[in-house]
């Protein structure tokens, strides 16, 4: 695949694609005869890893570090584990901080709705008394 498939495949723009390949996170890209890269499936099984780590919040340099630790094999797995069980917390932190954020904002909207549901409700009962008012006047 070329570097403009992978982009549109998996919604990654060139520029990152090249800096993942810069930074250590991608191997060498093989190119075709033309100077183009290929990207293999084996590179693209390792795209979609990235993608997925970086939406979890793995900085570059730890997943660098990580890729480094599996080119050294199963004696490292200890360590992989870790990393992504650190992971998991920094997600699982960030989970509860939009959750109570959450919270807050429900209470503020709440709060509003309480507020504009009153003034609704006198408006209404002015509206009401107007026109017994007017009835009255007649």
């Known amino acids: 695949m070329t570097i403009s498939e992978v982009s549109k495949e998996y919604k990654i723009s060139a520029d990152t694609l090249r800096y993942y390949e810069k930074a250590g996170l991608l191997p060498r890209i093989s190119r075709k005869a033309n100077g183009v890269r290929d990207y293999k499936p084996e ?13 979890a919040g793995m900085p570059v340099d730890s997943l660098v570090k990580y890729f480094e630790l599996m080119k050294q094999g199963d004696k490292t797995n200890h360590i992989r584990r870790q990393m ?15 959750e109570e954020t959450l919270k807050r904002l429900e209470y503020k909207i709440a709060f509003y709705d309480d507020k504009l549901s009153k003034r609704d409700g006198e408006a209404q009962e002015n509206h009401q008394g107007t026109k017994r008012e007017d009835r009255a006047s007649r």
């Open 43 to 55: 590179d693209c099984q390792m795209i979609e890893f990235i993608k997925w780590m970086r939406s």
């Open 84 to 98: 992504l069980a650190e992971q998991r917390q920094v997600l699982l932190k960030k989970r509860q901080d939009i």
